[in-house]
């Protein structure tokens, strides 16, 4: 079955450090979801990725798909202690309206 | 994007008993999903709640242990059965349409002693 891989697990950075984290498909994928879920909350929407090649931003964040519409990447431009917790990935393969998660990354901010 | 709301929000649990889950959504949906969060962990896919026939579940969960019911198109309920330690988690209802965002709920966060 499907497979999403996200890397790194953990990362741990000086607040106004950038952040990246990547997600790769065992599959081509329809569209791709972002989620942050605070500690102790619950997983928010980011965004969704559909195209080939999209690249979104939302103010510090950058959101990539790729070309092959196998991988995907977070980054977040100088981050903030309020950019604390963890990000997940969701891909969603062809025609199956269902999401597969990749295992997060969580992200700590050193302020 | 939905508002949706989930009772109990938390609840500690004897091992043995059942818990019955409500997930409510202010507007109507086509999909409504279950899932289960261990803790520090990401999310797994219990099963799709579809309305007016028996859920869909996936590898790994079964309807006797897991029974879904969803009457409408705004309410769904997830019950844990004979519950043991092990099912202490997250529990979170989503919403959403065929291709598009899904949206998730706050959450019950079960403890089973």
Redesign the interface.
């Known amino acids: 079955g499907q497979q999403v891989m996200q890397i790194p697990q953990y990362q741990h950075v000086q607040e106004g450090e950038d952040f990246t984290t990547y997600c790769n498909s065992s599959t081509t994928l329809?569209?791709i979801?972002w989620?942050k879920q605070r500690p102790g909350?619950?997983?928010?929407?980011l965004i969704?990725l559909v195209k080939s090649g999209e690249v979104k931003k939302q103010k510090r964040l950058t959101f990539q798909f790729g070309e092959a519409k196998k991988n995907s990447s977070l980054h977040i431009t100088a981050t903030q202690t309020t950019d604390v917790g963890t990000y997940?990935c969701?891909g969603?393969g062809g025609s199956n309206?269902?999401?597969t998660?990749?295992?997060?990354t969580l992200l700590t901010v050193n302020p | 994007s939905a508002v949706i709301s989930q009772k109990p929000s938390r609840d500690i649990c004897q091992r043995g008993t059942s818990l019955t889950i409500q997930c409510q959504v202010d507007s109507q949906v086509t999909m409504m999903f279950w899932y289960r969060q261990q803790p520090g962990q990401s999310l797994t896919l219990i099963a799709t709640a579809n309305q007016g026939s028996e859920a869909t579940y996936e590898s790994g969960f079964v309807i006797d242990k897991f029974p879904i019911s969803r009457p409408n198109l705004t309410f769904s309920t997830l019950t844990v059965s004979n519950m043991s330690p092990e099912d202490s988690s997250i529990y979170l209802c989503s919403v959403g349409e065929l291709q598009d965002t899904q949206y998730f709920g706050p959450g019950t966060r079960l403890t089973v002693l």
Request: no cysteine; proline share 5%; net charge positive.
């Open positions: 329809s569209n979801q989620y909350g619950h997983p928010v929407f969704q997940f969701a969603r309206y269902k999401l998660f990749g295992k997060g």
